[in-house]
């Protein structure tokens, strides 16, 4: 190495230790440009980003580092933390497993691999990933936490409530414990633990925007819950501040005018050759909070379907094919020339993936909302799937988005005016679909479903090719892990709480209303 290197590295490293982060990150800049694979710059601009929200450039740094200093088990936890946060859970697998044999008695990574294992839906694994965290440290934060949600995937939430609890009780992720303890928790009068929490907000300790934005969620759920809007609604605003990066409601409505005009009637008239025969895929999709959970869970509970939770292979799809992107002329070319035999190694590709969810069953769901986007790509490959739309009122839908900690990739639910612009943008897609797409997408409303839950499943799972079972309708009693933040909800019958959530709170809601124009509630 460049002894001028070695040297702007130590000065770096001696600024960071001493917290004077801008200087070291400016010269960790200079050492990238004189060398740039520099494992320790990387490493430590990797980090940065990270904590920025940059996850894209913290995976590039971080794998980068990685190959360099293969031998240092941080570099691979962190990178398998970004790999998980941006969905790639294979990768991120594989760098945690690494962390793991590099390091096997740091409880952090055990508990983490455990997380890894909880987004994956191996119950099992996870269980023992906390339990190995938990016997090196038993009062290990990520553990204890861990464990609590673990549980409420699987429908213990006596047992979750415990395990938030007792990470409180150690002090330990107590911004983490206290918003999951909020969550599988209902409040009647005003508990011990807001005391705690607001203590902790106004404390004046420095800590991390996604640390203290639990906070305010926590306490804005229990406010909430006890029948104090406007100050659940100030701790929500706080939240949504510190936990989304800003948003462009105007660039977001160019994206799906874009998406509009390329694929239209024509479109579709000219690729009819590349469709698959399955009917395997069921596609179930709408905004965050409009059901898609329950109604997967009604589907998975038939003795031929199968919970494939949310797949995040479309997603990845259309950031690979420049879709999140500014439109262009040349993206616009490039999509409308798509060799066909492109579209069938695609259409494979998925279709592996359910087979590796459950090789037998005749149905898997893929209950990923924003799928919505994707349904040109979805209905031109698998016309034989099964659509399902997901729709709920639009002042409920977007309440509860704007009081749910999404991640930041949500950050359309930043305000009450962006939430509702982003509604009116979701529906005038979904209208163009309902006239263009060469398939039958049934539209199920979440309070159709309530009102009358029978005759609903009966129409859904029909629609999907699958015959009546009672057990369709004791949704709550499946074995089957839920991650969403439903996975409380889907344990308990369907109830009538979660409709009309604006009545009576119509003047702190202005704004949305006002967004949301044709689509807000009619007095």
């Known amino acids: 190495m460049n002894p001028g290197v070695t040297q702007l590295v130590q000065e770096a490293l001696s600024h960071q230790h001493a917290g004077r982060i801008p200087i070291a990150l400016d010269l960790f800049e200079q050492v990238l440009r004189l060398d740039p694979r520099n494992p320790q710059a990387n490493f430590s601009l990797g980090i940065a980003a990270y904590q920025e929200g940059n996850i894209g450039l913290a995976i590039e740094r971080l794998q980068i580092a990685a190959r360099k200093a293969g031998k240092h088990p941080q570099v691979h936890q962190l990178l398998g933390i970004a790999l998980m946060n941006a969905g790639d859970v294979d990768g991120a697998q594989a760098s945690l497993k690494k962390a793991v044999s590099l390091a096997p008695k740091e409880a952090d990574f055990h508990a983490q691999l455990g997380d890894l294992y909880r987004i994956k839906r191996q119950a099992v694994m996870s269980r023992q990933s906390y339990l190995r965290a938990l016997k090196l440290d038993p009062e290990n934060g ?17 047992e979750a409530i415990e395990w938030f609890e007792k990470a409180i009780d150690c002090k330990k992720e107590m911004p983490t414990a206290f918003q999951c303890l909020s969550l599988a928790r209902s409040f009647k009068e005003k508990p011990a633990e807001l005391d705690q929490i607001e203590a902790l907000i106004g404390d004046g300790s420095p800590r991390p925007g996604p640390d203290q ?21 100030e701790h929500y605003q706080e939240a949504r ?5 800003p948003f462009d409601p105007g660039a977001y409505e160019d994206r799906i005018a874009f998406t509009k005009e390329v694929f239209n009637e024509d479109f579709f008239a000219n690729h009819t050759d590349v469709a698959d025969t399955s009917e395997k895929p069921v596609f179930i999709f709408g905004l965050p909070r409009s059901g898609t959970t329950l109604i ?15 797949i995040q292979f479309f997603r990845h799809l259309q950031e690979e094919m420049g879709l999140k992107g500014q439109p262009s002329a040349a993206l616009e070319n490039r999509l409308k020339n798509i060799d066909p035999k492109e579209f069938r190694r695609i259409a494979r590709k998925y279709l592996a993936i359910l087979d590796g969810i459950d090789r037998r069953a005749d149905r898997v769901t893929d209950k990923m909302p924003h799928n919505y986007e994707m349904v040109w790509l979805m209905s031109l490959l698998f016309p034989k799937a099964t659509f399902i739309h997901c ?61 009358d839950q029978r005759a609903e499943s009966e129409t859904l799972l029909s629609h999907a090719g699958l015959s009546w079972e009672d057990a369709c309708l004791e949704f709550y009693k499946s074995e089957s892990p839920v991650t ?8 308990r019958p369907i109830f009538r709480s979660s409709l009309g959530r604006w ?13 949301l124009g044709p689509f807000a509630p009619q007095a």
């Not at 501040?241 to 990066?245: A, G, M, V």
């Open 142 to 158: 990520y553990g204890l936490v861990g464990m609590g949600q673990l549980e409420i995937t699987v429908g213990n939430i006596d």
């Open 213 to 233: 934005a639990n906070l305010h969620w926590a306490a804005g759920k229990i406010y909430h819950d006890i029948g104090d809007t406007s100050r659940g609604l």
């Open 241 to 245: 501040k510190l936990h989304y990066p």
């Open 296 to 310: 997967e869970q009604i589907v998975s509970c038939h003795s031929q379907a199968a919970s494939g939770g949310e």
């Open 391 to 451: 729709s709920r009122s639009a002042a409920d839908t977007c309440i509860s988005l704007l009081s749910h900690p999404l991640s930041p990739a949500h950050n359309y639910a930043l305000t009450q005016d962006t939430v509702g612009r982003y509604y009116r943008t979701y529906a005038s897609l979904m209208d163009h679909w309902q006239k263009v797409v060469p398939v039958d997408i049934h539209t199920l409303a979440y309070e159709a479903l309530v009102d």
């Open 484 to 491: 969403t933040f439903s996975n409380t909800q889907v344990r």
């Open 503 to 515: 009545q009576g709170k119509e003047t702190h809601y202005q704004d949305l209303f006002a967004a």
